[in-house]
């Protein structure tokens, strides 16, 4: 499974507070989880990918979710599976080939307790690990990873239909991913470090298992 983020910066300087977002955002339509809320999910299923700059164009954050959406029940907790793993690539070239790539794996210690470890972080010279639910720091980068809202939004009641009538039936106050849960890996790194020599990053997420 694959999803793309294309982030544009302007400007000489890329720190420079001029630089904003040009680019556009292809995002998971969610036709699968939707069929699953409630039932069994599935910790290789990419949910989105999201990514933006600080407003002083320091600092890339990138949002994976994945494993949802999830009905909120008691001591509810991330879908982690030690046997997925998470691909973040990143290409500043604009040849679509990733010049660097971040791996995410989650494992359990002899408690039970989950734990994430992250590498090839731009800007890092070694891995982020560490407990989830924990805001994890390194010399430039951050990492948590956890239970969150599913941030996306989407009338899957309209859009079920608008391809039953054909005509257009959204209903832009009616969320149907409202209240539920996804996983999410949250990372920030140095824009230098991520952007390079270039003035563009593409984005985009992978999930394999092992």
Do not use: C
């Not at 999803?3 to 300087?13: E, F, I, P, S, Y």
Request: hydrophobic share 45%; glycine share 12%.
């Amino acid at each position: 499974m694959k999803r793309t983020v294309k982030l544009v910066l302007t400007g000489v300087a890329l720190a420079a507070a001029s630089a904003t977002w040009l680019g556009g955002a292809v995002a998971a339509d969610h036709n699968d989880p939707p069929a699953r809320i409630g039932g069994n999910l599935d910790a290789a299923d990419i949910a989105d990918l999201y990514a933006w700059h600080s407003a002083d164009a320091q600092t890339l954050k990138m949002v994976l979710t994945f494993g949802g959406p999830a009905m909120p029940v008691a001591d509810q907790s991330g879908a982690y599976d030690a046997d997925v793993l998470y691909g973040i690539h990143i290409d500043n070239t604009g040849d679509n080939v990733a010049n660097t790539i971040i791996w995410v794996r989650f494992g359990q210690n002899d408690l039970g307790d989950w734990g994430l470890q992250v590498v090839g972080l731009p800007g890092e010279a070694g891995p982020i690990s560490g407990a989830v639910e924990t805001p994890l720091t390194g010399t430039t980068a951050k990492v948590w990873a956890g239970l969150r809202d599913d941030p996306f939004f989407f009338d899957l009641q309209g859009f079920q239909d608008t391809l039953q009538t054909g005509t257009l039936s959204f209903d832009n106050t009616r969320d149907s991913f409202m209240g539920r849960n996804v996983t999410a890996v949250v990372i920030e790194v140095p824009v230098a470090a991520a952007i390079g020599g270039g003035s563009n990053l593409s984005i985009w997420a992978t999930t394999s298992r092992i």
